[in-house]
């Protein structure tokens, strides 16, 4: 059963350019979630996503990113016209139901790290 | 009030001490509370968790101490090994209103000195 698969794991992107990250939930799961960790710190919530539906965007950025999860194929997190300070890591997790643990357990993948030059 | 503050920043512990990890919350709606693993270039992984209905919570080596008055909360990791050395994170959630909107601790890197 494969886990929370990510990729690409490392993108370095010029200042100005798009970033997209992409997400598969591990199997059978139907709700993700984005945290992004910068340097030296704890993961921040950004996003959660069913299929084709937004739940709760309270922690993205108001410009410049957005967040889809569609009825076929990975969530993806789009980064528009990066700059320096989108430098992290962005990890994505999912879940097999939007309920509360622990029977309902969310899964980290690996994390994308993001570099802008 | 949706901060979640960890202590300390770094650790380093003797094998076969015990590391303790503290964490405090200001949110009183939060009630759940998790403690992730965290390995270089790898994801968090959910090594224990507890509810505010117990004070404690073992699981092997690994145990949660919660004092829902002062809203804080410790990891305990007993005859710490250097395979524990990693990066740990405590969290929180309201279960109510998205359990798994987690707020996180700043992370303690641990040391397992040989």
């Known amino acids: 059963n494969a886990g929370v698969m990510q990729n690409p794991r490392h993108l370095v992107r010029r200042r100005g350019q798009e970033a997209r990250l992409r997400c598969s939930p591990m199997k059978g799961h139907s709700h993700v979630y984005w945290y992004r960790q910068l340097p030296e710190e704890g993961l921040k919530f950004m996003v959660y996503l069913q299929k084709e539906n937004i739940i709760d965007e309270s922690g993205m950025p108001k410009e410049r990113f957005s967040a889809e999860f569609p009825k076929e194929g990975p969530s993806i997190l789009r980064i528009q016209q990066v700059v320096r300070g989108d430098s992290a890591a962005y990890f994505c997790?999912?879940?097999?139901?939007?309920?509360?643990?622990?029977?309902?357990?969310?899964?980290f993948g690996e994390g994308s790290w993001l570099t802008v030059v | 009030q949706q901060q979640v503050k960890q202590s300390p920043q770094s650790l380093i512990v003797q094998k076969g001490g015990i590391s303790i990890i503290n964490c405090a919350y200001e949110n009183t709606a939060f009630d759940y509370f998790p403690w992730y693993q965290q390995f270089p270039g790898k994801g968090p992984a959910l090594l224990i968790a507890?509810?505010?209905?117990?004070s404690e919570k073992k699981e092997g080596r690994f145990t949660i101490s919660f004092n829902k008055s002062a809203k804080q909360f410790s990891l305990h990791i007993m005859d710490s090994q250097p395979g524990d050395s990693a990066t740990y994170f405590c969290?929180?959630?309201?279960?109510?209103?998205?359990?798994?909107?987690?707020?996180f601790g700043q992370g303690t890197r641990l040391t397992i000195n040989p």
């Open positions: 507890i509810r505010p209905d117990v």
């Open positions: 997790a999912s879940s097999s139901t939007g309920g509360p643990p622990p029977g309902n357990t969310i899964y």
């Open positions: 969290a929180a959630s309201n279960m109510g209103k998205g359990a798994q909107k987690l707020v």
